[in-house]
Each structure stands twice: as structure tokens, then as C-alpha cells.
């Protein structure tokens, strides 16, 4: 019987659909699953007459795999990855490749690495984005671990992964230990933006503009054509244009709590560690957060008064300036997403290269958009470049958007319509070209009660001071100052 290429472990939608995309590229792929009668039924059903080895246990799958192995875990991320790591480790022989392709917390990968790489094994934390279609047709692939394993695993990647312009592929190697996994990290970070800003952009248009479901399928049909066009806002206009059995639109009769699984929660604490502004990804965290307490909210909803929505403006001149600053703030989210990668790679030693980070995300992947060819560009022409928003093409963007941006996020706030991403996203880069903050008088603050002390632009940096606010105070400071 002849050896599979790759095993993998785990047929759920994402598991099957890997399997599928991998033995059409001509691999012979090995599976198994803790419940059995998954594998006896997909080698029956979708898997019929390929391919495919099946496996009852975990002796025979490892036994199934050509050398050096390549088993690849699709389950569910925590204990379950690390029960199956040691169940597998004593099958093994020095030099094969355990593959984690779930949504494990880079910290855990970090630790996996480690402790697979003192086995004499190898270790590889993929992020894998693009859903059930992606895994079928192609995802984007985002390897990360022990850098020898690469070379072993590349073909396989790269032959099942979506594909840009000139057949280029979206995966290629991240860096050691957990990058691949912070890398699909900040890529679900960026998603949880993307998606707030589109629920935002939906909600002026629903609210303030009265329109129907159908009217903003139209305007999301033609935005796909411009410089939005992306999956998010092509899927988000299929679904304004659903219809119920009953030939209304579904969207209003979902209920309004948004789930959540945590990596856009892991995004905002790895930036609250690095010390980095990722004020969008967050707000979009803590809106799923708000949207979830719907008792409280309809509670609150009968005492809490706002202001009457009235809108008297030209409604066609309006949604351009929506769409502007949509664009904008969604440039706000990469550029901080980008940020925060920068300084993860200081603070790990990982060397990422942007420019194929974006490229990876070009295809197959749920924040995939055509404006990620420009990001490359971007970091192709200046590796170094500090932020996004910096690099001449995304700076002219800006300045196109920035009237419209502004009249959108006064419009709905006036109007009492709440929009967290859009307007922490001008806040931002508010912030960000602000030469001068109000920081002095919060350091005075901190010196007053906490003797925290504080630098002087009189002074060089570096330079601490320490003054006695009321006279009643000593002359001792505080050593936990941090700038």
C-alpha cells in the first residue's frame, strides 16, 4: 500500500475541505479523527474513489506517512492540541513535522515549538484563512515555527493555497516559533475591524438614510467595483439582497449579539503588552462586547434619551463621503495592524517581511482586497516604513477622504447614531499627526499624585524631574517611571 504524502488529524468543515484541496493537487493524503465514524464516513462520501487513506487509530495514521511525516492538527485550539501533541510524539521518528493549522494563541505555539524541538522533532504554527471555501479552492496560508521544516512542507502549501496575479501564492514562510500564528492573528484583528466598519457604513445608511436593504445592496454592488472591492463587502452585498421565505430581507430578522471566538480579543492585549495604539481592532472587539448585552440594552433603551435622526442633505453625496471615510478608516485599521507586527517582531526577534504579509492576505483569506498590492508596494519601496498612513499613496488616499471622513463621523454622532470604529479611526490619525498632545498636563498629573516625574522639552530626553506641587511634599521620587 502506498504512503501518504501529509496526515491530517481533525474532519471538521475546515479538516475535510483541506483534505480535498490537498489530494486534488495530487497528494495522498492519511486522516483520522477522535470520533471515528467521521473518518469511515467521509472516506465513503466526499473522499470515494481518492486519495485517501483512512485510519482507526492514532498508531496506524502515523504508520500511513511517508518520511520524514507531516501530521497536521485541524482541531479545536488549547488542550486538545497539546493532548494530541503528546499522544503523537512517542510514534514519531527524529526530524518529522507536527503542523498545528488551528487558531492557537501565538504564546502557545511559542511553547509548542520549543518542547516538539527538544523531541528532536519539528514544529509548524500555520494560520489558515478563508473558511470553508478558502480550505476547498484555496486559503491563505500563514506557516510559522522551526525554519528546517519550511523546505518539507512548502510544496504542499504553496500547491494548495489561493493564488494572486502571475500564479504567485498566497503563503510563504512567516518566521520562527509563534509568527505564523501572531501573523493570523492581527489578520482576524484587521477582520474584526473591517467587519465593524462595513455594520457601521450599513447603520448610517439604515438610520440616517432611511434606506432599504435592497438600495444598500446596490450601494455595497458598486462599491465592490471601486478601490473597496473586497470579500467582506462583495459577501455583505449578497447578503443585503437575501431574502426570507416570506421575501423580506433576512439580515433584519437575525438578531443583533455578535459572537466571538477571541482572536480579536488576543490582537487587543498582544497590543496593549507592546504598548501599541490599535484603537480600531479594539473598538471592534468591545462593540461585539456591547452588542452582546441585548437585555440590558433594550432595558436602557426606554430611559436613556438621544437626539430625533434627521437628515437634509443631498442623500448621493452623502454615501460617497460614507465610502471615503469607510476607505479611510479601514486604511487606519492595517496601518495599525501593521504597526503592532512591527513591534512584535522587535520584541520576539522575528524577521517578517510586510510586503509578503500583505501579499499572503491578497487572495483566499476573508480580509482579502485588491488595496493589499498596495501595501506590498509599500513596503517593497521603503522596508522601513514606520507607518501605513506615511507611505505617499495611502497619505494621498487620506487627503482625498479626510472632508468626507469628517462629515460623516459629525453627521452621525450629531445624529445620535453610534459608530465606534469609524470615529476612534479619525481620532487616530488625528492623534497620530498631532505634533503636540495633552500628555504634559497628564504627566503633571501623574508627578502631582504619584511623584512619577516627568520630562521637559528644555531638557534632553532621558532627563527626569520631580517638582513638590504643594509644598507639602518631599523632594523624593518614584523609580517606576516608564516612557
Given amino acids: 500500500m502506498s504512503k501518504a504524502d501529509i496526515g491530517l488529524v481533525g474532519l471538521a468543515v475546515m479538516g475535510e475541505n483541506l483534505v480535498l484541496n490537498m489530494e486534488s493537487n495530487g497528494f495522498t493524503v492519511a486522516v483520522f479523527n477522535r470520533s471515528t465514524d467521521k473518518v469511515e464516513k467521509f472516506v465513503e462520501g466526499r473522499g470515494k474513489g481518492k486519495n485517501i487513506i483512512g485510519t482507526y487509530n492514532v498508531e496506524e495514521f502515523v504508520s500511513s506517512l511517508k518520511t520524514p511525516r507531516k501530521v497536521m492538527l485541524m482541531v479545536k ?19 518529522d513535522i507536527i503542523i498545528d493549522g488551528g487558531n492557537s494563541h501565538f504564546p502557545d505555539t511559542n511553547r509548542r515549538t520549543e518542547y516538539v ?13 478563508g473558511g470553508e471555501e478558502g480550505a476547498l479552492k484555496g486559503p491563505s496560508i500563514m506557516p510559522g515555527g522551526s525554519p528546517s521544516a ?12 489561493a493564488k494572486v496575479e502571475g500564479g504567485v501564492p498566497c503563503c510563504e514562510w512567516v518566521g520562527e516559533k509563534g509568527a505564523g500564528h501572531f501573523v493570523k492573528m492581527i489578520h482576524n484583528g484587521i477582520e474584526y475591524g473591517d467587519m465593524q466598519l462595513i455594520c457601521e457604513a450599513y447603520q448610517i445608511m439604515k438610520v440616517l438614510l432611511g434606506m432599504s436593504a435592497d438600495e444598500m445592496h446596490e450601494v455595497f454592488k458598486e462599491w465592490n467595483e471601486t478601490e473597496l472591492d473586497s470579500y467582506l463587502i462583495e459577501i455583505t452585498r449578497d447578503i443585503l439582497a437575501f431574502k426570507d421565505t416570506d421575501g423580506s430581507p433576512l439580515v433584519e430578522k437575525i438578531l443583533d449579539t455578535a459572537g466571538q471566538k477571541g482572536t480579536g480579543k488576543w490582537t487587543g492585549v498582544a497590543a496593549l503588552d507592546l504598548g501599541i495604539p490599535l484603537t480600531l481592532i479594539g473598538e471592534s472587539v468591545f462593540a461585539r462586547c456591547l452588542s452582546a448585552i441585548k437585555d440590558e440594552r433594550v432595558a436602557a433603551s426606554k430611559i436613556l434619551t438621544g437626539t430625533d435622526v434627521s437628515f437634509k442633505g443631498d442623500k448621493a453625496v452623502f454615501i460617497k463621503q ?32 510586510y510586503g509578503e504579509i500583505a501579499l499572503m492576505w491578497r487572495g483566499g483569506c476573508i480580509i482579502r482586497s485588491v488595496f493589499l498590492g498596495k501595501i506590498k508596494e509599500a513596503f517593497d519601496t521603503n522596508p522601513d516604513l514606520s507607518n501605513l498612513l506615511l507611505d505617499p499613496y495611502f497619505k494621498g488616499i487620506i487627503d482625498n477622504a479626510q472632508d468626507g471622513w469628517r462629515q460623516v463621523v459629525a453627521t452621525a454622532s450629531l445624529n445620535g447614531i453610534p459608530i465606534p470604529t469609524l470615529s476612534t479611526a479619525l481620532s487616530y490619525y488625528d492623534g497620530l499627526r498631532s505634533e503636540r498632545l495633552p500628555a504634559n498636563l497628564l504627566q503633571a498629573q501623574r508627578d502631582y499624585f504619584g511623584a512619577h516625574m516627568y520630562e521637559r522639552i528644555d ?17 523624593t521620587a518614584s523609580s517606576t517611571y516608564v516612557v
Avoid at 524541538?117 to 484563512?129: A, C, D, H, Q
Avoid at 487606519?332 to 517581511?353: H, I, R
Avoid at 531638557?459 to 523632594?475: M, V
Fill in 77 to 95: 485550539a488549547g488542550p486538545v492540541v497539546d493532548a494530541f501533541i503528546e499522544q503523537v510524539i512517542p510514534l514519531l521518528d527524529k526530524g
Fill in 117 to 129: 524541538e527538544s523531541k528532536g522533532l519539528r514544529y509548524i504554527g500555520t494560520g489558515v484563512s
Fill in 150 to 161: 519550511w523546505p518539507e512542507v512548502k510544496p504542499i502549501f504553496q500547491a494548495i493555497s
Fill in 322 to 353: 460614507l465610502k471615503y471615510a469607510l476607505y479611510a478608516s479601514k486604511l487606519v485599521s492595517y496601518a495599525q495592524g501593521f504597526t503592532l507586527m512591527q513591534a512584535a517582531a522587535k520584541e520576539y526577534s522575528w524577521d517578517l517581511n
Fill in 459 to 475: 531638557k534632553p530626553r532621558g532627563e527626569f524631574f520631580h517638582t513638590n506641587w504643594t509644598g507639602r511634599g518631599g523632594d
